[in-house]
C-alpha cells in the first residue's frame, strides 16, 4: 500500500513537472536559509559554552553609577588581590587583554631575524588560575610550571608552526614590542571558533609586576581610582554558593576598597555565557539579533510553506476528477489525504535535500563574505544531534504545515460533483484562501524591506555624519617606543614630506573603542565628582591634526609631563557650569595628578553613535604615545604614505610597518550594524523570490478560472489595458491590504531597533512609499508575463466549449 501511494505520488510529480518545479524551488530555498539562520543562532548561542564550569564562571564587571549609569567589562587591576583577599574560596584571574602584538625573535648577535605583526586580541595576560576556570587543552607543559614565574609565554599549536615551524619552541625566546623577553613555556591547543576568548598567546601576569616600565606594568597595577576596557577579572564560584550570596560580598568588596566612591564603581558578577548576548557590556552579538533572526527564517519558512498551499489548494481543481474516481471505487477520505500529505512529504524531502546541500555549499563561504571571522561557523558540524532534531523536527513541521489544508480540501470532494466537473472555487475553500495568503506574504515582504531601509540608512547617517572633527585624509601609524625617540624631531621629519600637513602624537585617537577611564577631583571640592571621565594622552598638535574646535582658553602646553589639561564642553557641563571660560584655570586631579584645565573643547563623538559623548580630558605623556596621527593632503596618498612607511624603517628597523585611516577605524565600529544590514538586504530578496512564486501561483490561477470571461469580455470588445485592470486591480488591493499590516508593524519593530543609538534616523514617508513602490514594481513584473498571456488567448479557444 505505502509503495503504491508513493508510485502515485512520484507519476502525479512528473505530470505536473511545472507545479513539483516551483514548490521544490519555494521549499528547497526556504529550508536553506532556515539551515543557515539555524548554524548561525547555534553557533551564537554556544559561545564558550565548551567550558565544563561554564554554569559557574562569572566575570566581575564595573557600573558607573553617576548622573546616570554605565557599564564596562573593565575592572580595576588590582580587583583578583581583593578577591582572593575577601573570599579566598573563590577561583579567580585576572585576563588583560593586548591588541594586535608585535613579536619577534632575535639571533645570537642581538638581531630580529624573525618578526609578526598579530591582529586582534590575541595576547592576554594572566595568571595560572585562569587555566582552571577555563578549559584550555594543553599538549606540552602546565599552567603552574609554565606560567609561574615572569618573563613566560605560553603559545598556541598555530603560533608554534607560525614562529619556529618543526622546531621544538620550548624554552626559545620570544620578544614582545622588542621590549620584554618571553621564554616559551608550554604549547596549547589552537581557541575555539565560538569563543570570545580567542588567546594564542598567554603572558604570565607577574611579567607586569616584574617590568614595573612596560606599558601595561607600573602603578597601574594598584590603582583603584580608574578603569582600562580591556583589564578582564574572571571568578569561578564554588559549587554550592549562590549568585545572590556572592554578589553580597562583593558589595562589601566594594565599600572597603573604593571607600566614598563605592557607590559611584559598581562591581557585580554577571554569569560569563551571558555576556556574548549583553548590549550594556558591548557583547558581541545582542540577542536582539538573534531574535531578529530567528524570526526571518521563520518568516521565510511560512512564506515557502503558503506558496505550497496556495500552488496545491490551485491544482485541487485540475485533480477532482482523479479524487472522484478514487472514492467511486472505494477510496476513503483518510486514504485521499494520506496520498496528498505523502506527495507533500515527497516534495518536502526533495527540497530539503536541495536545500541542504544549497546551504552546506554556502556555509563555508558566508563569513568570508561577511568580512567578519568569528561571525559564523567555518564548518557543518555533522555530530551535533541538535542538527538532526532540527532537521527533523522542520521536515514534520512543514509536511505539516504545507499538506494538512490541501489534503483536507481534495479528501472532502463528493464523487459525484467531481466525476460530473462540478468542483468549483467555493469547494476548495474560494480564492479568498489564496489572497489572504498572499497578503501574509507581501505584509512578510514589505516589512523585511521597511527593516532593510531603516538599518541602511541608519547605518548611512553614522557613516556620513559629522563626528564633530576632521576624519578623512587622517592616517595613524604605530610608535612602537614612545620613550626612545624625539618625537619633536620625528615630527619635523614627517612634515618635510610633500603632502603631509600636520602631525601628532597621541594613545588614543579621537574615536576609539579602547579607553581609560578615572575619577576627577575639581579645584577646591573635598569630594571626587560623582561621574568618571575618558583620559587621552597627546601633545599639542592634536587638536589642530584632527580639526577639532577650541572654544575657550588654549591648547595644552608643550610638555612631556602633565602641566595642564585640555576637556571637552561636557565637563563642563557635568561640573555645573555652562561658560566654557568659567572652567579656565582652574584645577582637576585625574590619575592622582592635578593641573589646571587650559582649554575647552567642543563636544565631538569619542566612541560610537550608539553611545552619548562622554567627559573627556586631554593631556600630555610622551612616554604613552603610541600613535602618531598623519593629517594628509588629497594628492597622491600611496606615494606621500611610502615616504612615511621608508621614514619609519629608519626610526624602527626592528619592528614592522602598521599604518590605518581614520575612516576606515570609524567603519570598524559599526561592523556588526553592517553585517545584519548584508543579511536582512540578502533575506529580503530571498522572501521577495519566495513570494513572487506564490504571487506567480495566484494569477496562474486566476488566469485559469478567469479564461472565459475574458474570452467573452474581448468578444465584447474590451481592450487589453481594461483585462489586464481585471488582474491588476485585484494584486493592487492585495498589496495595500499588506502595506496596511506592515507599515505600522514595521515602524514599531524599528522604532524599537533604533532606541539602542543615541543618534538616530527618523522612520519617515519616504521609507515606507519605497517600500510600497518596490512591492508594486515587483509584482508587476511577476504578474505581468501570465497576466499578457491570459489577455492575448484567442476568445475563440477560449469559447470553444461553450
Known amino acids: 500500500m505505502i509503495k503504491n501511494y508513493f508510485k502515485i505520488a512520484w507519476r502525479n510529480l512528473m505530470r505536473n513537472r511545472l507545479y513539483a518545479l516551483l514548490n521544490i524551488a519555494g521549499l528547497s530555498i526556504g529550508l536553506a536559509c532556515a539551515l543557515i539562520v539555524f548554524w548561525f543562532i547555534r553557533f551564537q548561542t554556544t559561545h564558550d559554552h565548551f567550558h565544563k564550569n561554564i554554569d559557574r564562571i562569572y566575570q566581575v564587571t564595573t557600573e558607573f553609577h553617576f548622573d546616570g549609569v554605565g557599564y564596562s567589562r573593565g575592572v580595576p587591576t588590582p580587583m583578583w588581590k581583593a578577591i582572593r583577599t575577601e573570599m579566598p574560596s573563590y577561583t579567580s584571574t585576572m585576563c588583560i587583554e593586548s591588541y594586535d602584538p608585535f613579536l619577534s625573535i632575535f639571533d645570537n648577535n642581538g638581531k630580529p631575524v624573525k618578526k609578526f605583526k598579530e591582529e586582534g586580541p590575541v595576547l592576554a595576560y594572566v595568571h595560572p588560575e585562569y587555566f582552571s576556570i577555563f ?57 575555539a571558533d565560538n569563543t570570545d576568548l580567542p588567546y594564542e598567546l598567554f603572558v604570565s601576569f607577574s611579567t607586569l609586576t616584574a617590568n614595573p616600565k ?3 606594568g607600573g602603578s597601574g597595577l594598584e590603582h583603584w581610582g580608574g578603569v582600562n576596557s580591556s583589564t578582564y577579572c574572571f571568578v569561578l564560584l564554588p559549587e554550592k554558593v549562590k549568585l545572590s550570596t556572592a554578589n553580597k560580598q562583593m558589595a562589601a568588596l566594594n565599600k572597603k576598597y573604593h571607600g566614598s566612591d563605592h557607590k559611584s564603581y559598581v562591581h557585580n558578577l554577571i554569569p560569563y555565557k551571558d555576556m556574548h548576548h549583553s548590549i550594556p557590556y558591548y557583547g558581541a552579538m545582542p540577542m536582539k539579533w538573534i531574535w531578529i533572526m530567528s524570526a526571518i527564517g521563520i518568516f521565510l519558512i511560512v512564506t515557502a510553506c503558503f506558496n505550497f498551499i496556495n500552488m496545491a489548494t490551485a491544482q485541487a481543481l485540475r485533480r477532482s ?6 472514492k467511486a471505487v472505494g477510496g476513503t477520505k483518510g486514504q485521499v489525504f494520506i496520498q496528498f500529505l505523502l506527495e507533500t512529504a515527497l516534495i518536502t524531502f526533495t527540497a530539503m535535500t536541495v536545500g541542504f546541500i544549497l546551504a552546506s555549499f554556502i556555509l563555508p563561504h558566508i563569513t568570508e563574505w561577511l568580512d567578519r571571522p568569528g561571525s559564523w561557523p567555518k564548518t557543518v558540524i555533522w555530530s551535533d544531534p541538535l542538527l538532526w532534531t532540527f532537521l527533523a523536527s522542520l521536515f514534520v513541521i512543514v509536511v505539516l504545515l504545507a499538506g494538512t489544508y490541501p489534503g483536507t480540501i481534495l479528501a472532502g470532494f463528493r464523487p459525484v460533483l467531481a466525476l460530473k466537473g462540478n468542483v468549483t472555487t467555493r469547494n476548495i475553500g474560494g480564492i479568498s484562501l489564496r489572497r489572504g495568503l498572499i497578503v501574509f506574504q507581501f505584509v ?13 540608512n541608519q547605518v548611512d547617517f553614522m557613516l556620513s555624519s559629522s563626528v564633530g572633527y576632521e576624519t578623512k585624509g587622517i592616517a595613524s601609524i604605530q610608535i612602537p617606543t614612545p620613550d626612545k625617540i624625539n618625537q619633536s624631531t620625528f615630527r619635523q621629519r614627517l612634515l ?31 569630594k571626587d565628582e560623582i561621574w568618571s571621565i575618558n583620559t587621552k594622552t597627546a601633545d599639542n598638535n592634536y587638536v589642530k591634526t584632527f580639526g577639532l574646535t577650541l572654544l575657550a582658553g588654549q591648547n595644552i602646553p608643550l610638555s612631556d609631563t602633565v602641566r595642564g589639561y585640555m576637556v571637552n564642553e561636557k565637563v563642563v557641563e557635568k561640573l555645573g557650569y555652562r561658560d566654557p571660560n568659567e572652567v579656565i584655570g582652574k584645577n582637576l586631579k585625574i590619575w592622582d595628578v592635578s593641573a589646571p584645565i587650559t582649554g575647552v573643547l567642543k563636544n565631538w563623538n569619542n566612541t560610537s553613535f550608539q553611545n552619548g559623548i562622554d567627559p573627556i580630558a586631554i593631556f600630555t605623556n610622551n612616554n604613552s604615545n603610541y600613535r602618531c596621527a598623519i593629517q594628509l593632503k588629497s594628492t597622491n596618498l600611496h606615494a606621500t604614505m611610502k615616504r612615511v612607511e621608508q621614514l619609519w624603517s629608519e626610526y624602527f628597523p626592528d619592528y614592522l610597518y602598521e599604518q590605518t585611516f581614520m575612516d576606515e577605524q570609524i567603519a570598524k565600529s559599526y561592523e556588526l550594524e553592517n553585517l545584519m544590514l548584508k543579511l536582512i538586504r540578502v533575506f529580503s530578496l530571498i522572501s521577495i523570490f519566495i513570494g513572487c512564486l506564490g504571487l506567480y501561483g495566484l494569477v496562474k490561477f486566476m488566469a485559469s478560472q478567469k479564461t472565459k470571461e475574458i474570452g467573452v469580455r474581448k468578444v465584447l470588445g474590451a481592450s487589453l489595458g481594461s483585462i489586464l485592470g481585471i488582474f491588476g486591480k485585484e494584486i493592487a488591493l492585495l498589496i495595500v491590504i499588506a502595506f496596511a499590516l506592515a507599515a505600522p508593524l514595521g515602524w514599531y519593530v524599528m522604532h524599537a531597533w533604533l532606541q539602542d543609538y543615541e543618534y538616530r534616523i527618523p522612520i519617515g514617508a519616504d521609507i515606507m512609499t519605497i517600500a510600497i513602490l518596490i512591492t508594486f514594481i515587483v509584482a ?3 504578474a505581468g508575463y501570465e497576466s499578457l498571456k491570459a489577455a492575448l488567448t484567442d476568445p475563440v479557444k477560449s469559447l470553444r466549449s461553450e
Not at 605560553?154 to 618571553?182: C, H, R
Open 135 to 191: 578549559d584550555v587543552n594543553w599538549r606540552v607543559g602546565n599552567p603552574e610550571k609554565s606560567l609561574g614565574k615572569p618573563n613566560t609565554v605560553v603559545i598556541s599549536e598555530a603560533m608554534a608552526a607560525k614562529y619556529f615551524g618543526n622546531e621544538n619552541p620550548i624554552g626559545k625566546v620570544l620578544k614582545l614590542s622588542n621590549q620584554l623577553d618571553l621564554e616559551v613555556t608550554g604549547i596549547v591547543d589552537n581557541p
Open 780 to 782: 508587476a513584473v511577476t
Open 444 to 456: 512578510l515582504i514589505q516589512l523585511l524591506v521597511i527593516c532593510t531601509l531603516v538599518v541602511n
Open 214 to 216: 612596560y606599558q601595561y
Open 321 to 326: 476528477k482523479e479524487v472522484g474516481v478514487r
Open 496 to 526: 618635510e614630506i610633500p603632502g603631509i600637513s600636520e602631525v601628532s602624537f597621541c594613545m588614543f585617537l579621537p574615536t576609539t573603542t579602547s579607553n581609560n577611564t578615572s575619577n576627577v577631583k575639581f579645584d577646591t571640592r573635598q
